[in-house]
């Protein structure tokens, strides 16, 4: 079982750190939690709603996921965020969870809710707030972490969204990594879950996590739901504060 570190100092976002000794048992780990979390959803309210992120941590756990014996007919899946580029390219995150899970199991297609970026950033925002108006709680949310402590395509010197008027989806522009148009669900959205687990993997994710541990205004920092968050990360990520 992982040791859970008390929370952070950010009076705002209530953090629990789960620190696991590899990569793979980070990934099993959180499989697993997705797994139970669909299960409960799908006993207590009959459907499980997951928002999905991208990365290389976050393939794996779907490529997990797809092994296991989901109750896959009421799972609604969403995205947390995504790069605009034409529908069908390798470097958009719905590709990428198409081929890790989507394309292996029995989601229904029409609950399964791509983000239409390939529309442009302001119009698939648009598009896309109106989509997520048909959920009012998330059951899960799956987030990872930048270098530089964004999440999503929450960045740095842009808008997060953070306030409760904040529109739920986010067209951003000029985003530090390519490409530079993408859509994002805003942090006060993301907050609207009744779970949330941030994957963290990569030892250059160290000084992002020694930043967020010391309460620096970072975006991961900014998604704060009244369940709290908890972060799966590589014990080696834990540096002293």
Known sequence: ???????????????????YPATSSLEYAA?????????????????????????????????????????WKHWHIYF??????PA?????????????????????ASQIHIIPTEQGAQAAASSYAQTLGNVDMFDLVLLGLGEDGHTASLFPGHDWG?????????AVHNAPKPPPERVSLSAHRLSQTRQLIFLVSGVAK????????????????????????????EEKLLVTI
């Open 31 to 71: 499989a697993q939690a997705v797994f139970n979390a669909a299960q409960q959803a799908i006993l207590q309210r009959g459907a499980f709603h997951l928002v999905l992120a991208g990365g290389t941590t976050p393939r794996r756990v779907y490529e997990l996921l797809r092994t296991m014996d989901g109750d």
């Open 162 to 170: 953070t306030s409760p008027s904040a529109p739920a989806t986010l």
């Open 206 to 233: 160290q000084q992002a996590i020694k930043d967020w541990r010391n309460g620096k205004e970072i975006p991961a920092a900014a998604i704060a739901p009244g369940c709290g968050v908890d972060v799966y990360l």
């Open 80 to 85: 947390g965020d995504e790069r605009c580029l």
């Open 88 to 108: 069908a390219h390798a470097e958009r995150n719905s590709h990428m969870a198409e081929q890790a899970l989507l394309n292996h199991v029995s989601i229904p």
């Open 1 to 19: 079982m992982a040791l859970i570190i008390p929370p952070s100092n950010n009076l705002r976002q209530q953090s629990r750190w789960h620190p």
